[in-house]
């Protein structure tokens, strides 16, 4: 199992950009897809963007498709959501994760091997 530590959350007001970065521990990280979700409150926990282990395959859930973009730095055992235009539906905690089932990390509901912790997003019209 990786170990993930997630930063880069913030408040901001709509229009603004973020990037959040999740720095990963333990196993071989590049042998692991990765993931952001996002949890609003009183929400489920859901699929935002996925990157497989060598970064040349990249997934987005619709609402934040042409707006995010997911990357990943395996010299630095590291994946970033660089979140641009953003909106005040973005609010939420949003949580790294980490498999080694790629499709386990595109989906929402499905048991993933690793979270992070979680790092809030505040988006302000």
């Known amino acids: 199992q990786v170990q993930l530590v997630e930063s880069g959350g913030g408040s901001v007001l709509a229009g603004d950009s973020l990037r959040l970065s999740c720095a990963a521990s333990?196993?071989?990280?590049?042998?692991?897809?990765m993931g952001w979700f996002r949890q609003a409150p009183g929400k489920e926990r859901k699929f935002v963007a996925a990157?497989?282990?060598?970064?040349?395959?990249?997934y987005y859930a619709d609402s934040v498709q042409g707006r995010f973009t997911i990357s990943r730095d395996n010299a630095k055992n590291t994946v970033y959501l660089q979140m641009n235009s953003l909106k005040p539906e973005d609010t939420a905690v949003y949580y790294c994760a980490a498999d080694r089932d790629l499709v386990v990390v595109t989906t929402t509901g499905r048991s993933i091997a690793s979270w992070g912790q979680g790092t809030q997003v505040t988006v302000s019209s």
């Open positions: 333990g196993h071989t990280f590049s042998s692991y897809a």
């Open positions: 990157i497989n282990w060598s970064g040349d395959a990249r």
